[in-house]
Nanobody, 127 residues
């Protein structure tokens, strides 16, 4: 059974840092990507990172670029999202998600391409 479980969400002050984890299980294919998405109240879901788990290329939107870093360890059992210099607008529920993709096409972790979602972890950036 393919599963994704997020952890690491917390209350943090502006300017602080958090590292979120996404534990993966049941993955057997090389051609998948792990995306991190977030959703704040009355806002749509926003992708904040994408990690191609085959070639380890990454993608970030301008809203988090140079502040967020996605990575994984050698066993590819966990994907991390390091979040630095957090701002109030970073507050939201953070989800990790998996997307299987065609290697001839690739992926940038578009929401409509997601196959599996985690349950989410809350990040609250506040004083």
């Amino acid at each position: 059974q393919l599963q994704l479980v997020e952890s690491g969400g917390d209350l943090v002050q502006p300017g602080g840092s958090l590292r979120l984890s996404c534990a993966l299980s049941g993955f057997t294919s090389d051609y998948y990507a792990i995306g991190w998405f977030r959703q704040a109240p009355e806002k749509g879901r926003e992708g904040v990172s994408c990690l191609n788990m085959n070639d380890f290329t990454t993608y970030y939107p301008d809203s988090v670029k140079d502040r967020f870093i996605v990575s994984t360890e050698g066993a590819k059992s966990t994907v991390y999202l390091q979040m630095n210099n957090l701002k109030h607008e970073d507050t939201g529920i953070y989800y990790c998600a998996e997307e299987f993709f065609n290697p001839d096409i690739g992926t940038n972790c578009q929401e409509d391409g997601v196959d599996y979602w985690g349950r989410g972890t809350l990040v609250n950036v506040s004083t």
